[in-house]
């Protein structure tokens, strides 16, 4: 199966910066592109950044100038630097990923186990 892993997140103070990576493995023919989304408690996942294997990338206007998505395509890895957090990016993240198996006819969607990041003080 295709399994993507997320690391990196923590309990941090505002003002801080933050670094999550995430690795999808199996049996991966290709990928179309991946993303961060982000959800609390009560609230709808949101799309924080995303990147297409091409390089574009697009993100949500209030991270803009804080976070930077990039990826590593040919290791199938994907990161988002998280710069200037604030309380308001608390939130478990999660890794997205539009994948092509060898065994499928159509592009899936992969979602990670999540990684929790706190900012406080």
């Known amino acids: 199966q295709v399994q993507l892993v997320e690391s990196g997140g923590g309990l941090l103070q505002p003002g801080g910066s933050l670094r999550l990576s995430c690795a999808a493995s199996?049996?991966?023919?290709?990928?179309?592109?991946m993303a961060w989304y982000r959800q609390t408690p009560g609230k709808q996942r949101e799309l924080v950044a995303a990147?297409?294997?091409?390089?574009?990338?697009n993100y949500a206007d209030s991270v803009k100038g804080r976070f930077t998505i990039s990826g590593d395509f040919a290791k199938n890895t994907v990161y988002l630097e998280m710069n200037s957090l604030k309380p308001e990016d608390t939130a478990v993240y999660y890794c997205n990923a539009k994948i092509l198996t060898y065994y499928s006819a159509s592009w899936g969607d992969y979602w990670g186990q999540g990684t929790q990041v706190t900012v406080s003080s």
């Open positions: 199996g049996r991966i023919f290709s990928i179309n592109a």
């Open positions: 990147i297409t294997s091409g390089g574009i990338t």
